[in-house]
């Protein structure tokens, strides 16, 4: 089984015009696996590295072997039972004259042709507490030659119990059983004992039937073959090893790392740097995702102590406490550890998470007979012994140890073994002992698989020039994500100015479209995010370059302007450029002059006529042209100059109201109305033939005064139907109150000369009389008449 830890990248893409970094968020966890490290089913298909050794030796080990079945580690010790045999041989032989035939074989022989042959004397010393399992008797011995009426009897006498074993007759040859394999014959339905044996006697009797003997006996030796059960003792192992692979959950602290006081380091570690303890405090420790702290680990030489410090928030610690090595951390999400070294020297700091524990069920079975205290089982981890355990008594076991510090902190590979001692010393009954390991398994192991954070190309800096119409970015497509598709993907962006460009997203596009005579930078922040909230982030700059506009006029120009000749025309001139705030502005006639502080143009031409006016703005840089047609007329400016009433205003009374036109204009005025209204009555209307310019002529209205009013308002309208075309239109008007003196009786008076109504005053008798002929000189003169549309 193999764990293993994502290790956290971060991938930083940098812009070469504005240096902006790409930037990624937190990458945010998507399964959290927890698993045994070492989760053994024992199947056949595991490499496990099975061996088995006799005592001390080598040699493969006889009764105990070890095999991977069944979901089990089976070690079988399987003891036989243990015999011996020896052959006791007669040591006395009570006949006389028949040679030794004692001893064993050593063709020494006692012969005979008829008196018996009796042996006894088997020694059994040492051997009577044996339990015999047979017994055979053996004799060595020769008859030459066939026995054809003869035979040779062999029995066994004990206590006055003779048994014959065996008788040799009739054979067809002699029997020759001096060289081994001896002659035997099992006796052990006999159920002798020791003491039976060694007070037996052996009787080989040579009997002849009469006349010629048909040979002889010649006994060697005669003997009791015993196989007895023996005690015995011996020593056998057998050893179950197997090498696991993985990413450990041990943490290997950088000494390096943190503060260091009255500590240097030297080849073999951190040591004290004066005679002052020293102290080394760690970085602080970030707990791994949904884990838990495990064991503190260290590989010191000398005396050291060790405190450590707890957050849950990396900001609130409490206060130190004491911890021993070996022992389990406290929770908390952050800690600090600090060691003091009074002596020696410190290696190595590691920590594992989750407090990696060997966990075995095993069990003893069948007996435990005939072993010695010295058997046992014993589990390695990485070389070192983590348990040992007695084989004392039949049934179950469980454990439960903490291996996390004989893990590696890297990748390496890690050995377990589980090894088994059979010793025995036992009486040599056969004997079964089954030791099982039924699982086995290291706890601690976890997964963190992580959702990484999308991944684009980088976005460089994008240049536009000033009224363009913008640029489409293709971002998405350039994106990529370890749990999606990039269309899975969403986009947004953001700006810190809104005045140069409007920044949006398309689709899968960052759009950007530049508003109207804008210039300048912006910065743009594109962020692609996932469904877990992870997600990768770019500032750019967008350059908007400026482009020099043309002056441009705010409102249109006439195509024709009219103006008066002698009169000034103010032709407002609304400019604007969006680049200068100075504009310069000419014309191509020096009677149009430009007045800035006015805005308008002021044409003040000199001769009547027709011309095309050009008209240049500038921002000294570019500049437009538009053209007008000023026609350029000679009017006429027809004036009320003053209206005199002849007559006396009493009620009732005939009167005259003379009204005095002037022409103010450079052209003649033909055929002006003149009408008269008195409180909007219509009094007259009278046309006046011509009035040339500069000159007065004088229009009659003849009025009665009401009789029943003392006031009348006296209305005097010139060129009423707008015949006559002037320079000024809104000169042709006048009114006035007048007083009337209501009577009845009393004759009419005359107005003195002195009241005068108008611009110019009373006027005398005279003068009157002067410009009524006058007036009539022209009216009939010859002069050329010319309407004016």
Excluded at 256 to 274: D, F, R, V, W, Y
Excluded at 320 to 344: D, M, N, R, Y
Aim: contains cysteine.
């Amino acid at each position: 089984m193999k764990g293993y830890i994502s290790v956290v990248l971060a991938i930083l893409l940098m812009t070469t015009s504005s240096m902006l970094v790409a930037t990624a968020g937190a990458r945010s966890i998507h399964n959290v696996e927890n698993f045994d490290l070492v989760n053994d089913t024992f199947s056949p298909q595991q490499e496990w590295s099975l061996s088995t050794k006799k005592g001390f030796s080598d040699d493969v080990a006889e009764y105990t072997s070890v095999m991977v079945t069944d979901g089990h580690l089976t070690f079988d010790h399987n003891r036989s039972l243990n015999t011996q045999s020896s052959i006791i041989w007669s040591t006395t032989n009570s006949t006389i004259g028949h040679g030794s035939a004692t001893g064993a074989p050593d063709n020494y022989v006692a012969v005979s042709s008829g008196p018996e042959i009796i042996v006894g004397g088997f020694q059994y010393t040492g051997m009577e507490s044996y339990p015999i399992l047979s017994i055979a008797l053996v004799m060595t011995f020769n008859i030459p030659n066939p026995l054809y009426s003869d035979s040779v009897r062999a029995s066994i006498e004990v206590d006055g119990m003779n048994h014959l074993v065996k008788e040799f007759s009739h054979t067809q040859s002699g029997l020759f059983y001096m060289t081994s394999p001896y002659w035997s014959k099992d006796v052990s339905s006999q159920n002798y004992t020791w003491q039976d044996l060694g007070n037996a006697n052996v009787k080989v009797d040579y009997a002849s039937e009469g006349g010629t003997d048909d040979s002889e006996v010649r006994l060697d030796a005669v003997g009791f073959n015993v196989v007895y059960r023996a005690p015995w003792f011996g020593i056998e192992t057998a050893v179950a090893e197997q090498t696991f692979n993985g990413d450990w959950p041990v943490l290997e602290l950088n000494t390096l790392a943190g503060t260091h006081s009255a500590i240097s380091m030297t080849p073999c570690g951190l040591e004290n740097s004066s005679a002052s303890p020293g102290v080394w405090t760690s970085a602080v420790l970030s707990r791994p995702y949904d884990q838990s702290w495990g064991r503190l680990h260290v590989t010191a030489d000398g005396n050291t102590s060790w405190k450590v410090t707890t957050s849950d928030d990396g900001e609130n610690w409490s206060s130190s406490t004491t911890h021993l090595v070996g022992q389990v951390l406290p929770v908390s999400e952050f800690l600090q550890l600090q060691g003091t070294i009074f002596s020696g020297c410190i290696s190595s700091v590691r920590i594992d998470i989750n407090d990696p524990t060997l966990n075995i069920d095993w069990q003893i079975a069948q007996s435990l007979d005939g072993l010695a205290n010295m058997s046992w089982l014993e589990v390695k981890v990485s070389g070192v012994e983590v348990y040992h355990q007695n084989l004392t008594a039949l049934g179950t076991y469980s454990l439960e140890i903490p291996v996390g510090g004989y893990l590696p902190s890297d990748d390496s590979s890690v050995d377990i073994s589980v090894a088994i001692v059979f010793s025995w010393a036992s009486d040599g009954q056969p004997a079964t002992t089954v030791v099982q390991v039924d699982s086995m398994s290291v706890s601690g192991g976890y997964a963190l698989e992580w959702d990484e954070d999308p991944e684009c190309m980088a976005i460089g800096d994008l240049e536009l020039l000033e009224d363009g119409v913008g640029r489409l970015l293709a971002i998405l497509n350039t994106c990529s994500d370890d749990r999606g598709n990039n269309t899975d993907l969403q986009l947004s962006v953001g700006q810190d100015r809104y005045d140069i460009v409007t920044v949006d997203v398309v689709g899968d596009q960052i759009r950007v479209s530049q508003k109207d005579e804008q210039s300048g930078d912006t910065i743009v922040t594109a962020t692609v995010t996932d469904a877990a909230g992870n997600y990768w982030k770019q500032n750019f700059t967008v350059i908007v370059g400026s482009v020099n506009d043309a002056p441009y006029l705010v409102e249109s120009l006439p195509a024709t302007v009219i103006v008066s000749l002698g009169q000034v025309y103010l032709l407002p001139l609304s400019i604007a450029d969006v680049d200068s705030p100075t504009l310069s502005v000419d014309a191509s006639y020096s009677w149009a002059s430009w007045n800035p502080q006015e805005g308008r143009l002021e044409l003040n031409p000199t001769v009547a006529g027709e011309y095309d006016l050009q008209i240049a703005i500038s921002d000294g840089e570019l500049s437009v042209v538009r053209n007008v047609n000023v026609e350029v007329m000679a009017t006429a400016d027809l004036v009320v100059d003053e209206v005199t009433i002849i007559g006396n205003l009493s009620s009732g009374s005939e009167v005259e109201v003379q009204v005095h036109i002037r022409n103010d204009g450079q052209s003649n005025a033909y055929f002006l109305t003149v009408k008269c209204e008195a409180d909007g009555n219509l009094l007259k209307v009278v046309t006046v033939p011509e009035i040339r310019s500069g000159m007065i002529q004088t229009a009659i209205c003849p009025w009665v005064v009401p009789m029943d009013d003392d006031t009348v308002m006296l209305t005097i309208e010139l060129d009423g139907g707008d015949d006559i075309f002037e320079s000024n239109e809104d000169n042709n008007a006048f009114s006035r109150v007048l007083s009337i003196e209501v009577v009845s009786t009393e004759p009419p008076t005359q107005v003195d000369s002195a009241f005068a109504v108008g611009q110019a005053g009373v006027w005398g008798g005279t003068i009157l009389a002067l410009l009524l002929l006058v007036g009539l000189f022209w009216m009939f003169g010859p002069a050329p008449v010319r309407k004016i549309e």
